[in-house]
């Protein structure tokens, strides 16, 4: 099985990490120096008018240059070659995670359907837990496939016709208890009977999913969260505005970077790997829409997308 490379790619990542991160910039600066050594020398050497010196010394240097352009040309080579072991590795791995981990899943709910037949309390809360821990775990081996997809340039995206205003109905069913667990209000208002867009359904529910999500995390207890659902110049578009602690103005360029997590948030809210919005952009932008935000710290956030809209 190809997981067995991990180790050869923890020793491949070790000695790349002190030979080619290193390596290259160095030779840049070498070839710069060699450039500003040579035009000097050539300067000097061109007023004694000897062509025979001044080829010479030209020729040593694009030699010496050539040498070094290689080597460098090699050592990106190298990077791109483990780069490209690694998002392999996290697919191989996430894949072989998946399996087991559906079982654990469907053993759990197995057994939580059948609590009259036998179980109490401390075990049927045990059961809960494992079934919670086995779906979050799952969540993330499936954000980390469909990251490699993307940076592998495989995600595939379907192009059907997805009822987007159900699609916010169904998500919002699925994370009220989170909402109510913190007392946070939500209202959802649309414009439009019918509001349909073109696009992927299970991919455009997982952003919705992760856009609401982040709103309640993000907010605190009794806060305010206003989804809107409406129709603009033949696009169909989603927006979302929460009360919540907002985003360092500063790290507003990383937000849709993969593995971003802001420095306000870090310390008191943990669970997140800061990979929902890179994928939630990708979706997006590759079903034909775009994905923006405008947030302050302390006062909250508003995320949009837009999705071409079906035209009736
Ligand atoms: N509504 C929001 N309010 C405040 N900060 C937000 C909001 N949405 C996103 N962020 C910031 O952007 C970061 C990236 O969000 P993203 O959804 O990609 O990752 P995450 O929620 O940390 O983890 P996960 O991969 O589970 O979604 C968050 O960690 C948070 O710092
Ligand atoms: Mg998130």
Redesign the pocket.
């Known amino acids: 099985m190809k997981i067995v490379n991990d180790l050869d790619l923890k020793k491949q990542a070790k000695d790349l990490g002190t030979s080619v991160w290193k390596t290259p910039s160095f030779l840049f600066i070498v070839m710069g120096a060699i450039i500003i050594v040579a035009m000097t020398a050539t300067y000097y050497i061109a007023r004694y008018d000897q062509p025979e010196i001044l080829v010479g010394a030209e020729s040593l240097v694009v030699a010496i240059l050539f040498i070094i352009g290689n080597s460098v040309i090699g050592k990106v080579e190298e990077m791109a070659k483990l780069n490209k072991l690694k998002t392999e590795f996290v697919s191989v791995a996430s894949h072989q995670l998946r399996t087991p981990l559906s079982a654990i899943r469907w053993e759990t709910e197995l057994l939580l359907s059948k609590l009259n037949c036998g179980l109490n309390d401390k075990q049927c809360k045990s059961l809960n837990n494992i079934n919670i821990l086995a779906n979050r775990m799952t969540?993330l081996v499936n954000?980390l496939l469909d990251v490699t997809r993307i940076d592998q340039g495989r995600l595939v995206l379907k192009k059907e016709k997805v009822d987007v205003l159900e699609q916010v109905k169904g998500v919002l069913d699925n994370l009220a208890p989170l909402a109510n667990d913190k007392k946070i209000s939500i209202v959802l208002s649309k414009r439009g009977r019918v509001l349909t867009a073109t696009g992927d359904g299970e991919k455009i529910k997982l952003v919705i999913e992760?856009?609401l999500?982040?709103?309640i995390?993000?907010?605190h207890a009794r806060g305010k969260i206003e989804m809107k659902l409406y129709k603009s110049g033949g696009f169909l578009v989603f927006s979302?505005r929460?009360n919540?602690?907002?985003?360092p103005q500063n790290q507003h360029k990383q937000?849709?970077d993969k593995f971003?997590?802001?420095d306000?948030?870090?310390k008191y809210?943990t669970?997140?790997?800061?990979?929902?919005?890179?994928?939630?952009k990708n979706i997006i932008e590759q079903s034909g829409g775009r994905i923006w935000?405008q947030?302050r710290e302390n006062t909250?956030?508003v995320?949009n997308f837009s999705l071409p809209a079906v035209s009736h």
């Open positions: 969540r954000d992760n856009l999500s982040n709103a995390k993000y907010t979302i929460d919540g602690v907002g985003i937000v849709f971003f997590r802001s306000n948030i870090v809210q669970e997140g790997t800061g990979l929902g919005l890179y994928i939630s935000f947030s909250g956030s995320f």
